[in-house]
């Protein structure tokens, strides 16, 4: 088991969108449904903000939306705020109770 | 409401062994199975180590695997990380969770510091 792909660092100016892709296998992204995506701050428990692929739980912005391709999974933020700047992790479920995080990306509001 | 409470977190040599527990309520225990996630400062989550609802099955990241055992008392509401072996680099953040769709739940953490 692997962990998922991220790109490290991502960034965007206030009001534009930016997108995160999770890269993964056959075994995790492309064969399940399963995909979350956490927020986290600095100090913070993580955020559920993306699961299932693109359900978001209440409270969270419609700006933030999820998608997924083969097995690429990507998070987007459109109308960026400075409070998104944060780090954001994706999650796949890879079968028999299992899952598996991705490396994080660190996301900077210019 | 849901909470998820860890405990035994702390200082400890290297080499050392250490039990974390976690105490979960607000949902029916015994029907999901569970992680253990770690952080390390600065660094990523980290998936560490699952277990079935039943206790029956149990899997672990390759970096703990041999050291690290997961278990739970269903009747108690209790899932147990026992941490043995101890390196530098387990050092983190431990956080346990019920991972899955809406109802995703995560502790707030317990620090583990391993140092001479």
């Known amino acids: 088991q692997s962990a998922l792909t991220q790109p490290h660092s991502v960034s965007g100016s206030p009001g534009q969108s930016v997108t995160i892709s999770c890269t993964g296998t056959?075994?995790?992204?492309?064969?399940?449904?399963?995909v979350s995506w956490y927020q986290q701050h600095p100090g913070k428990v993580p955020r559920l903000m993306i699961y299932?692929?693109?359900k978001r739980p209440s409270g969270v912005p419609d700006r933030f939306s999820g998608s997924k391709s083969g097995d690429t999974a990507s998070l987007t933020i459109s109308g960026l705020q400075a409070e998104d700047e944060a780090d954001y992790y994706c999650?796949?479920?890879?079968?028999?109770?299992?899952?598996?995080f991705g490396g994080g990306t660190k996301l900077t509001v210019l | 409401e849901v909470q998820m409470l860890e405990s035994g977190g702390g200082l400890v040599q290297p080499g050392g062994s250490l039990r974390l527990s976690c105490v979960a309520s607000?949902?029916?225990?015994?029907?999901?199975?569970l992680h253990w996630v770690r952080q390390a400062p600065g660094k990523g989550l980290e998936y560490v180590a699952a277990?079935?609802?039943?206790?029956?099955?149990?899997f672990y990241a390759d970096s703990v695997k041999g050291r690290f055992i997961i278990s739970r008392d269903n009747p108690k509401n209790t899932l147990y990380l026992q941490m043995g072996s101890l390196r530098t680099e387990d050092t983190a953040v431990y956080y346990c969770?019920?991972?899955?769709?809406?109802?995703?739940?995560w502790g707030q953490g317990t620090l583990v510091t391993v140092s001479s």
């Open positions: 969770t019920r991972l899955g769709g809406i109802k995703d739940y």
């Open positions: 607000g949902f029916t225990f015994s029907s999901h199975a």
């Open positions: 277990i079935k609802s039943n206790g029956g099955s149990t």
């Open positions: 056959s075994s995790d992204v492309g064969g399940y449904d399963y």
């Open positions: 299932d692929v693109n």
């Open positions: 999650c796949s479920y890879a079968g028999s109770y299992i899952w598996v």
